[in-house]
């Protein structure tokens, strides 16, 4: 069973969230506390700004200083109840007898068109379905539905629709009916997945909660026709405990006080008696430092990303698309070139699939992986990619190889990719070029290391590296890292300082042989 940690860090305002699966860094997101935030989820009170008829689509404003887009067809079948209520409710009337009282309109034509709908300067209540991604403003829907862990509430709605991973008749029997019972009126829902085998008192009391939140926004709206933020979707970290708890999170490891109340609270309601896996971090030592999270950070976000010996991707973005070249590096194997670039490609394959997640890529993804010719081996290839994506929530779709060996990825975009600078200014040139983060600089000697001692059979090495770099390698006796590494891997390894070098400047050379076998210099 996968063992999988949430590890959240708190400070100045802003949340970082890192989510691991046995130790591997697999998701990272960040929020900040800032109003000007806008995620998905959130709904707004905005106002028509300009109608587009040739598109069949309007700019709407909330706020924003790019305008957010809302076409015909993300109005919504039950968009009338809406806009009625949006326009007639005002603070002289009693709403939960005026929302009960609203009648569901009939469904908006498939055909129809934007501007018999909408007009410039209207209020319009709207949910944020996409965030803004570089020029573009957020893309909206006039649909609301508020999401729960086991059940999504939708309002002016009389329909209950249920998952259809929950097999058993008797099952989807019961939650229909349960459901049913418990809804207000003009009230629908979506019983997701996980509603599955839970008690009564669990689901009334979640969809309690949905409705509290939907009718705080009602006297928002009754006041004011101003553009406003009605509420906000839950923040990420509830967000992500919400989609992705169950018997597999061990640990949740929080390091601020308000916080852990807030996500405590939050798992006692949604999946009562595992809020004990959580848990208020407050040792001295960093979070992210503690858990291993900085490092994985350092050597997963960089344009190069180091994979198994000696092999790496070249990450690059572009307003388009997303390009992944797949590069067998120093790896040399006897097992003739066919065997070899099946092997690479699936090292590279498990790291794509991880960093799609990590960096929450979307539109359109191009791999170069390396070329093979064996069929049998590009049908591998492709199979083993369609598993390793099957744990991603977002949707995705996934072709084969082309005959040149690239495979194209699409995957849902909804918020902006997740760029994080991994550089650190050159001590040596102070700042006018860059160098590869040193956090992570004796984790790729150690791969050169293991490459030439198991891969390659050679025994005796020699390491020319900075003198602080042999510092670090050589401190201790006998528990020094080279030590460590000489046991680990049954090699002779020496280190030598040369103070020409700068600090991420390395040379390996084959000690029996004398022959210079890689630098940092190639």
């Given at each position: 069973?996968?063992?999988?940690?949430?590890?959240?860090?708190?400070?100045?305002?802003?949340?970082?969230?890192a989510?691991?699966?046995?130790?591997?860094?697999?998701?990272?997101?960040?929020?900040?506390?800032?109003?000007?935030?806008?995620?998905?989820?959130?709904?707004?009170?905005?106002?028509?700004?300009?109608?587009?008829?040739?598109l069949?689509?309007?700019?709407?404003?909330?706020?924003?200083?790019?305008?957010?887009?809302i076409?015909?067809?993300?109005?919504?079948?039950?968009?009338?109840?809406?806009?009625?209520?949006?326009?007639?409710?005002?603070?002289?009337?009693?709403?939960?007898?005026?929302?009960?009282?609203?009648?569901?309109?009939?469904?908006?034509?498939?055909?129809?068109?934007?501007?018999?709908?909408?007009?410039?300067?209207?209020?319009?209540?709207?949910?944020?379905?996409?965030?803004?991604?570089?020029?573009?403003?957020?893309?909206?829907?006039?649909?609301?539905?508020?999401?729960?862990?086991?059940?999504?509430?939708?309002?002016?709605?009389?329909?209950?629709?249920?998952?259809?991973?929950?097999?058993?008749?008797?099952?989807?029997?019961?939650?229909?009916?349960?459901?049913?019972?418990?809804?207000?009126?003009?009230?629908?829902?979506?019983?997701?997945?996980?509603?599955?085998?839970k008690?009564?008192?669990?689901?009334?009391?979640?969809?309690?909660?949905?409705?509290?939140?939907?009718?705080?926004?009602?006297?928002?709206?009754?006041?004011?026709?101003?553009?406003?933020?009605?509420?906000?979707e839950?923040?990420?970290t509830t967000?992500?405990?919400?989609?992705?708890?169950?018997?597999?999170?061990?640990?949740?490891?929080?390091?601020?006080?308000?916080?852990?109340e807030?996500?405590?609270?939050?798992?006692?309601?949604?999946?009562?008696?595992?809020?004990?896996?959580?848990?208020?971090?407050?040792?001295?030592?960093?979070?992210?430092?503690?858990?291993?999270?900085?490092?994985?950070?350092?050597?997963?976000?960089?344009?190069?990303?180091?994979?198994?010996?000696?092999?790496?991707?070249?990450?690059?973005?572009?307003?388009?698309?997303?390009?992944?070249?797949?590069?067998?590096?120093?790896?040399?194997?006897?097992?003739?070139?066919?065997?070899?670039?099946?092997?690479?490609?699936?090292?590279?394959?498990?790291?794509?699939?991880?960093?799609?997640?990590?960096?929450?890529?979307?539109?359109?993804?191009?791999?170069?992986?390396?070329?093979?010719?064996?069929?049998?081996h590009?049908?591998?290839?492709?199979?083993?990619?369609?598993?390793?994506?099957?744990?991603?929530?977002a949707?995705?779709?996934?072709?084969?190889?082309?005959?040149?060996?690239?495979?194209?990825?699409?995957?849902?975009?909804?918020?902006?990719?997740?760029?994080?600078?991994?550089?650190?200014?050159?001590?040596?040139?102070?700042g006018?070029?860059?160098?590869s983060?040193?956090?992570?600089?004796?984790?790729?000697?150690?791969?050169?290391?293991?490459?030439?001692?198991?891969?390659?059979?050679?025994?005796?090495?020699?390491?020319?590296?900075?003198?602080?770099?042999?510092?670090?390698?050589?401190?201790?006796?006998?528990?020094?890292?080279?030590?460590?590494?000489?046991?680990?891997?049954?090699?002779?390894?020496?280190?030598?300082?040369?103070?020409?070098?700068?600090?991420?400047?390395?040379?390996?050379?084959?000690?029996?042989?004398?022959?210079?076998?890689?630098?940092?210099?190639?």
């Amino acid at each position: 069973m996968d063992d999988k940690k949430l590890i959240v860090d708190v400070s100045k305002g802003s949340a970082a969230l890192a989510l691991l699966e046995n130790g591997r860094l697999i998701e990272y997101d960040r929020e900040s506390d800032s109003n000007k935030q806008y995620c998905v989820g959130d709904v707004y009170l905005g106002r028509v700004k300009k109608l587009l008829p040739s598109l069949n689509a309007a700019f709407v404003d909330i706020g924003d200083e790019k305008e957010a887009f809302i076409h015909y067809l993300d109005l919504g079948i039950n968009f009338k109840s809406f806009d009625f209520f949006t326009k007639q409710l005002n603070a002289s009337k009693n709403y939960n007898a005026f929302f009960g009282k609203v009648e569901l309109s009939d469904p908006l034509e498939k055909e129809g068109k934007i501007s018999e709908y909408l007009h410039v300067g209207q209020p319009i209540m709207v949910q944020i379905v996409k965030e803004p991604i570089s020029t573009k403003g957020s893309r909206l829907t006039a649909e609301i539905s508020i999401a729960g862990r086991n059940i999504v509430l939708m309002p002016f709605s009389n329909k209950v629709s249920i998952s259809q991973k929950i097999a058993s008749r008797a099952e989807r029997t019961r939650l229909s009916r349960l459901i049913y019972s418990i809804l207000p009126q003009n009230y629908g829902a979506i019983i997701r997945t996980a509603a599955e085998g839970k008690k009564a008192a669990i689901l009334d009391a979640e969809l309690k909660g949905l409705i509290r939140k939907w009718e705080s926004s009602w006297e928002k709206v009754a006041k004011s026709k101003d553009i406003q933020l009605l509420f906000r979707e839950n923040s990420r970290t509830t967000t992500l405990i919400r989609d992705l708890l169950n018997d597999s999170f061990t640990d949740i490891q929080i390091n601020d006080a308000n916080t852990f109340e807030e996500v405590c609270s939050y798992v006692s309601t949604i999946s009562p008696g595992q809020e004990t896996i959580v848990h208020h971090y407050t040792q001295k030592e960093n979070i992210f430092d503690h858990f291993d999270v900085t490092r994985q950070i350092k050597g997963s976000f960089g344009r190069v990303v180091s994979m198994k010996k000696g092999t790496y991707l070249v990450i690059d973005h572009t307003e388009a698309m997303h390009v992944i070249d797949v590069n067998s590096g120093t790896r040399l194997k006897n097992d003739g070139q066919e065997d070899n670039a099946l092997e690479v490609n699936m090292f590279a394959a498990d790291e794509i699939a991880r960093q799609l997640r990590l960096r929450d890529m979307g539109g359109i993804v191009i791999v170069d992986f390396i070329d093979m010719e064996d069929n049998e081996h590009r049908n591998k290839l492709f199979q083993y990619m369609k598993d390793l994506m099957e744990s991603d929530r977002a949707k995705h779709t996934i072709l084969p190889l082309t005959k040149f060996g690239l495979m194209q990825i699409t995957r849902q975009r909804v918020r902006p990719v997740t760029e994080i600078d991994t550089e650190e200014t050159c001590p040596v040139c102070h700042g006018t070029g860059k160098i590869s983060s040193t956090l992570v600089f004796d984790e790729m000697l150690e791969r050169d290391l293991a490459f030439y001692a198991q891969d390659k059979g050679i025994k005796k090495l020699l390491l020319e590296v900075n003198p602080v770099m042999a510092a670090y390698l050589t401190k201790g006796m006998l528990s020094s890292i080279r030590r460590r590494w000489c046991r680990k891997y049954s090699c002779s390894l020496k280190v030598v300082a040369e103070s020409g070098f700068a600090i991420n400047q390395y040379q390996w050379q084959n000690l029996s042989t004398r022959e210079m076998l890689s630098s940092s210099f190639d």
